[in-house]
T-cell receptor
Framework: NAGVTQTPKFQVLKTGQSMTLQCAQD?????MYWYRQDPGMGLRLIYY???????DKGEVPNGYNVSRLNKREFSLRLESAAPSQTSVYFC????????????FGQGTRLTVV | DQQVKQNSPSLSVQEGRISILNCDYT??????FLWYKKYPAEGPTFLIS?????DKNEDGRFTVFLNKSAKHLSLHIVPSQPGDSAVYFC????????FGTGTSLTVIP
């Protein structure tokens, strides 16, 4: 059981380049999330998708776009990368039940130079 | 505005002693609270949770306490082990998961 799988694990971009972070879950979860983790800032929500076909902004959505491709996949796109987007990105998913936990992927370490 | 706060960035504890990690929240509508553990280069993993109808939940060495009137929860680890050294995040759920900034726990052998 793979759980939540993120690709790639590491990436270096030049300022202005674009890229898409991929996330897939095999737990049949309805909700999926993208977070970024920065030192001293904890986990901050970028975007989430409560169900297939819906997406909503989180705390720090600027500079990002998302696509909920189907129930399994939720991608995060950086259209024009900036050094401020250097971070570790985590994808997570959760069931629709209340009182449930979120399951996280291994993370993508992104450096923008 | 941070709705879930962990005011201690780090904590060091001797092996065998109790570790107490604290978390405060501001939104009284939160009804489910979780603790996650994170090792370097890995994703956070779920540790223990508590719903707002309870004030204590225990799982082995880990106990979470909830004080709704104070909007405060704490995680107790007894006895602490070197393998418990990690970053601990508390979280609360509304329509999404709100995470604190984390506390880095070091258990000294």
């Amino acid at each position: 059981n793979a759980g939540v799988t993120q690709t790639p694990k590491f990436q270096v971009l030049k300022t202005g380049q674009s890229m898409t972070l991929q996330c897939a879950q095999d737990m049949n979860h309805n909700s999926m999330y993208w977070y970024r983790q920065d030192p001293g800032m904890g986990l901050r929500l970028i975007y989430y998708s409560a169900s297939e076909g819906t997406t909503d902004k989180g705390e720090v959505p600027n500079g990002y776009n998302v696509s909920r491709l189907n129930k399994r996949e939720f991608s995060l796109r950086l259209e024009s990368a900036a050094p401020s987007q250097t971070s570790v990105y985590f994808c997570a998913s959760s069931d629709v039940r209340i009182y449930t936990e979120a399951f996280f992927g291994q993370g993508t370490r992104l450096t923008v130079v | 505005d941070q709705q879930v706060k962990q005011n201690s960035p780090s904590l060091s504890v001797q092996e065998g002693r109790i570790s107490i990690l604290n978390c405060d929240y501001t939104n009284s509508m939160f009804d489910y609270f979780l603790w996650y553990k994170k090792y370097p280069a890995e994703g956070p993993t779920f540790l223990i949770s508590i719903s707002s109808i309870k004030d204590k939940n225990e799982d082995g060495r880990f106990t979470v306490f909830l004080n709704k009137s104070a909007k405060h929860l704490s995680l107790h680890i007894v006895p602490s082990q070197p393998g418990d050294s990690a970053v601990y995040f508390c979280a609360a759920t509304g329509n999404q998961f709100y995470f604190g900034t984390g506390t880095s726990l070091t258990v000294i052998p």
